[in-house]
């Protein structure tokens, strides 16, 4: 999703202690104070900002949105204590023209599209009435299972099922982090809580290296991303890979990883 070679300090986490049942409290991805933990120099440690799991399995669109969102407002205002990111999301600044872009970018534009005019019922739903959803993901292990599995199913680089590329096993632990947990719906309620927060018009300047995978349910073409992302120094554009790529080509996506943040660390060098 998205990760960043960074300093001292590292966005967070916040959920209360204890369960799952906060209905209560907000769900919300905290900034530790960066005026007394930002003074250190950067040591270019890779570590991945994620919403205890709600961006990539029941927050995934607006969850990873808001988690970029946060990462990147933070290295908007901390340019000087962030070396770059990688990044498997790319979200373009509102109102680009479509003019000037190849057919494999417009039919990315058109998917995308797609998707959230046909298939993004489920973010509508978190952000208006996340609690509603949120007693079925913890009273119904077969509803938390639907609501998860079909994720899978229609995000996947995949024809006619997730397991062509992920493992029964493996999905059926994903959820079950969720159930034992009982942090279904307090993991759907980011959507709400963060729903407003978007800023169109945030730039990120520092390194970065952007991988998007061609089966991802929101894609930007290069030249979008290069309005907000003003220091790109790697692009990558896999022939396989959907929203779940550290589960459908972990070993492209560890080596994507590892070539990405050597691009950024390389451009560092030279600043």
Not at 31 to 42: A, E, K, V
Not at 108 to 120: I, K, P, S, V
Not at 139 to 150: E, R, T
Request: with cysteine.
């Amino acid at each position: 999703m998205h990760r960043a070679c960074r300093t001292r300090c590292d966005p967070v986490v916040q959920k209360p202690a204890g369960s799952g049942d906060t209905h209560h409290l907000e769900f919300d991805v905290a900034d530790p104070d960066p005026g007394t933990r930002l003074g250190g120099q950067g040591t270019g440690v890779d570590g991945e900002v994620a919403p205890g799991g709600a961006g990539v399995d029941i927050a995934p669109e607006i969850g990873r949105r808001v988690i970029q969102q946060f990462t990147n407002s933070r290295i908007s205002t901390f340019p000087d204590h962030v070396l770059g990111i990688h990044s498997t999301f790319a979200e373009a600044p509102p109102g680009l023209s479509t003019d000037g872009l190849t057919e494999t970018q417009r039919r990315w534009t058109e998917e995308t599209r797609d998707f959230w005019g046909r298939r993004a019922a489920y973010a509508k739903q978190q952000a208006t009435r996340p609690q509603t959803i949120g007693y079925s993901l913890v009273d119904s292990p077969v509803g938390l299972l639907a609501w998860i599995l079909d994720k899978f199913a229609d995000w996947s680089d995949t024809e006619d099922s997730p397991f062509e590329a992920i493992s029964r096993d493996r999905i059926l632990d994903d959820v079950t982090l969720y159930w034992l947990t009982r942090t279904g719906a307090s993991a759907a309620r980011i959507y709400y809580e963060s729903h407003n927060s978007l800023d169109p018009e945030l730039r990120v300047d520092v390194p970065s290296a952007i991988t998007m995978y061609p089966r991802d349910i929101e894609k930007s073409p290069r030249p979008w991303a290069q309005e907000r992302y003003r220091q790109m120094v790697r692009w990558n554009s896999p022939d396989r890979g959907g929203h779940f790529p550290s589960l459908e080509v972990p070993e492209f996506f560890v080596k994507d990883l590892q070539e990405g943040l050597s691009a950024v660390l390389s451009a560092c060098a030279v600043r």
